[in-house]
């Protein structure tokens, strides 16, 4: 980034960490730890009323209406979900509010401004569509789509539309990805070589065995809907409720997690994404009738470009992951890695530094063997954490959906960048199911 870049950057992220280094840690250089506190100054705009409806009422879909009703001037006026007993909740949760299984009516309404997606990937695209035809600001849940012949078709229509589009893979705006970006550009870990992520798991929820309502049935469920615009079944309460087994509906294991990963490295690095797509995996343990496998790995290759240097990426996802629950992201350069968490960075610099060459000289001249192993320096952490209070990731992504809204601004996930982080997702799948390895144009977002 240029200097006057990274000045438009910090004043639109408003990040006041300004390395405020407060402490040190340590008793020797070699485990030297320097803590920073990073805090969150935004500037939002606060004016005008933004009517929103949810389309979509379950785990996801409800968790970003809470959240977007924390912000001020923000008013919920609609509710549509295909199962009855969570537009029951709505009602009892929300009070006063429209309720519908057809999300067509929640778009009719003159008085919803926007609407949020929290429905199964493969309602994804037809409903942003559909919201941005009939003049709707829209956040849907990430993935962006359902598949990548997906992709520029709601590209095509949010350009014509006008409306704002936020992507829900929220940890972009977090305080830990925004400072992430930063040092990067400062050369905090040299350049960019490597990156790697990895999200483990081992519970039935965290595996997508969620609880079936004792209610589920063709009766409480609106089915023939959920399945109008794929493979017509039988009502199958398991393919409802747990859809992300299922790839009619879901997406596997890269389109629901790996594609955070995605979002969160191509936001730190600027990057289009990947040319190259491999993955491989299997099913383990969760033999419950799922579609998808329970262990993926992912291998990426970014081309050179002048956003970045070129680099491998590694992803891996194991829901049978006896050290259960860790997910990281780390980036790794020529002088250093940082590992990238919401509200912190951790910057370990080891830098490789070419011996004293005078000394080297003076060495080769009195016949003395010289060695031309480099010296490395000790390790030397620094920790950028977020101050008390910090409201998280997902209250900011709302924050700066809404202020686009109101003040007919941009945001950085728009559907071009929610398309560049969906589609190596999407890819690992095809690659997966054909045992190849995929070739992408990630600036024209095409199959090569
Ligand atoms: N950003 C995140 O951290 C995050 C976390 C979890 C889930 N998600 C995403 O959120 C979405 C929802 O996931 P979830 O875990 O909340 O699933 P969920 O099963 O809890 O909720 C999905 C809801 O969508 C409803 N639905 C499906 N098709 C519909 C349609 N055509 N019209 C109206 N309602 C419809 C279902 O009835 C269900 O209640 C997914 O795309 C998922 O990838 C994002």
Known sequence: ??????????????????????GTSGANAASRKTFTYMKRNNKLSKDGQVNIALIGAGGMGSADTDT???????KLVGVCDLYL????????KRGDVFTTTDYKEILKRKDVDAVIIGTSDHWHK????????AGKHVYCEKPMVHSVKEGHEVINVWRKSGKVMLVGAQGTSSVGNEKAKELLAQGAIGDLNFAEGFWARHSPTGAWQYPIPKDASIESVDWKRYIGNTTKRDFDAMRFFRWRNYRDYGTGMSGDLFVHL??????????????????????RYWNDGREVPDVMIGMFQYPKVKEHPGFNLSLRCNFVDGTSGTTYLRLVGSEGSMDVQWDKVIVKRNNAVPGDAFAQAKAKESGQVVSDRKKIQPPKEMIYKVENGYKGAHY???????????????????????????????????SYYQSKFIDWDPVNMKLV
């Open 1 to 22: 980034m240029s200097n006057n870049q990274r000045r438009d950057f910090i004043k639109k992220v408003g990040l006041t960490s300004a390395a405020i280094a407060i």
């Open 68 to 74: 977007c009703l924390r912000h001020e001037g923000v």
């Open 85 to 92: 007993g969570r537009l029951k909740i709505a009602k009892e």
């Open 126 to 133: 037809q409903i942003s569509i559909d919201a941005l035809n």
């Open 262 to 283: 995605f979002s969160s490295l191509h936001y730190i690095t600027n990057s289009k994404g990947p040319n190259q797509i491999g993955a491989s995996g299997g099913l």
């Open 396 to 430: 900011d992504h709302l924050g700066y959906w809404l202020d686009a809204i109101r003040t007919g601004g941009t945001v950085d996930q728009d559907p071009v960048f929610g398309f560049r982080a969906a589609a190596p997702a999407l890819l690992c799948n095809d």
